[in-house]
């Protein structure tokens, strides 16, 4: 049983937040007094008061909302974090540990409320943590202290008499996502639905709001700037503007993009030469096997580590992916699926040296399976990030491999050319096949009806937005990667290119709507 599904004991305090929204003023009191408190740096903030403008002049009002870690019961970024160092203690709340923190930015793709971020001095993930050190001393977070209308409080869920449990249990309050099913304990009470749903309010036109410039991204290949508002017009019903919201960036740049590929690659190379072997078109005696297949998976399995460590805030502490792993993670199971795949490769390679194809056969089994895994993990790994509507998806694993083939075996061609040229044709073959079920994959996500209004937003974002330009470069590489079986080598190139543009579109476009 998960820490988040263990039942607390009766003898600790569960503690809850509740905001009271009719009575805040939107004074960003608790804004300040949170820097003060925990020394958060100019940029960051751990919480921070946002603003919808509802209605139509001269029927209008400010709405505001106060944001922050929502403290959840099941809190995904504790479940996404491969060290521990983002954790939930036994009184429920969600806290950190900055000296095991690797920077790996999972615990922001999962949170659905955006409110984690890395710290930009010491390069550790943080967040609001209930003011952990002051509820140890017995006192109330800094923010309950200095509200000057009393509108946020604390207490404990488990004492029916404590204020928070009686607003809680008495009264009408709202929770932030409670479609996420993370059990939040920040509650609302008074909140319009145009400040809790980050989507219900327009994007303002002309670049600013109340006291701010708006943040643009510029869709390029390093931008991971996340507009607030939503860009399609607000999903709600009344008349809802963004006035105020603070600047968001997505926690996976080009490098999380690009390592999808490369890895995938790795798996392709592996598992286009041992579909030669098995089916017969060569013996194991050949280059394409005995050489090729293992220093060119290895290459790229080599160059995917380097792009994940290449994306840690603290690149040098990647070990501890392994010294203290957290098991739910899908970053250390993704970890060690890919240290096996690299000795089952390192195996293949010493044994095309002894000249033991015997060993490099019976290596088969084990290394396709693990050259599946190390394709498809991903999928999982995404599955973690509860705040991306765009990746929860089914057809996700099939789809990362089928990416695998096409790449894979358009890398194997020119090599299969040279010193198996009665395969090449089948190679050819398998690449435009495998190119085309890629499309096919690409026309049935993306024809279907989005499942959500966060799905929507990514779907336009990923296809026509920011990132369309990488998208429509993806689909037309891949449409003429299509013609392989007739105009040979000369189109591989694309087949092989094409995935990795998609890949940027994907990642990206999942990561470009506003979670806050």
């Known amino acids: 049983m998960s820490d988040a599904a263990r039942p607390v004991e009766p003898s600790l305090p569960r503690w809850a937040k509740v905001i009271d929204q009719t009575t805040c003023i939107g004074c960003h009191a608790c804004t300040t007094a949170c820097k003060s408190e925990n020394d958060v740096p100019v940029g960051v903030s751990r919480t921070y008061v946002k603003s919808v403008d509802v209605g139509d002049f001269p029927d209008a009002r400010r709405a505001f909302q106060v944001t922050r870690c929502n403290q959840c019961m099941d809190a995904p970024c504790a479940e996404a974090c491969p060290t521990g160092a983002m954790h939930k203690r036994p009184d429920g709340i969600v806290d950190f540990n900055k000296d095991i923190c690797i920077g790996c930015k ?119 700037i996340v507009p607030s508002g939503n860009p399609l017009g607000g999903n709600s019903s009344a ?170 075996s358009a890398f194997v061609v020119p090599f299969a050319m040279i010193f198996a040229p009665e395969t090449t044709q089948f190679v050819l073959w398998m690449t435009g096949a495998a190119t085309l079920l890629h499309l096919v994959f690409v026309g049935a996500e993306f024809t279907a009806p989005s499942p959500s209004e966060h799905a929507r937003v990514a779907h336009y974002e990923m296809t026509r937005g920011r990132f369309g330009k990488f998208f429509l470069a993806g689909v037309v590489l891949s449409a003429i990667g299509l013609l392989a079986p007739w105009l040979g080598v000369w189109v591989c190139i694309f087949a092989f290119l094409g995935p990795l543009a998609y890949e940027h579109a994907f990642v990206q476009g999942g990561q470009a709507v506003p979670l806050a």
């Open 106 to 224: 999972g615990c922001i793709a999962a949170c659905p409320y955006d409110a984690i971020f890395i710290n930009p001095e010491d390069h550790s993930a943080e967040k609001c943590n209930f003011c952990s050190h002051r509820i140890d001393s017995g006192l109330e977070p800094a923010c309950v202290t200095v509200c000057p209308t009393q509108s946020i409080f604390v207490g404990d869920l488990n004492d029916p008499e404590s204020r928070v449990a009686r607003a809680v249990n008495r009264e009408p309050v709202s929770v932030r996502k409670p479609e996420k099913n993370t059990r939040p304990k920040m509650f609302y009470k008074g909140a319009h639905q145009a400040t809790l749903d980050p989507l219900a309010a327009a994007r303002p036109e002309g670049g600013n709001f109340a006291w701010a410039q708006q943040a643009k991204g510029s869709g390029g290949f390093g931008d991971n």
């Open 239 to 408: 008349a809802a503007k963004l006035s105020y919201d603070q600047t968001h960036r997505s926690p996976w740049d080009w490098r999380v993009s690009a390592y999808t590929w490369t890895k995938n690659i790795g798996s392709g190379i592996y598992l286009m030469a041992l579909l030669l072997v098995v089916t017969g078109f060569m013996d194991a005696s050949n280059p394409l096997w005995r050489w090729v297949a293992p220093v060119g998976g290895g290459f790229f399995v080599a160059a995917t580590c380097v792009l994940l460590i290449a994306d840690l805030s603290h690149p040098f502490r990647f070990w501890l992916i392994f010294w203290r792993p957290q098991w739910n993670s899908w970053l250390v199971k993704g970890g060690v699926i890919l240290v096996a795949y690299s000795a089952v490769l390192a195996i293949h390679f010493l044994a095309s040296i002894l000249g033991a194809d015997w060993l490099s056969l019976a290596l088969g089994v084990p290394g396709a399976l693990l050259a599946v895994m190390s394709s498809i993990y991903t999928a999982f790994l995404f599955g973690q990030a509860k705040a991306r509507d765009l990746w929860q998806n089914p057809l996700l694993a099939p789809h990362l491999l089928t990416q695998a083939m096409a790449a894979g």
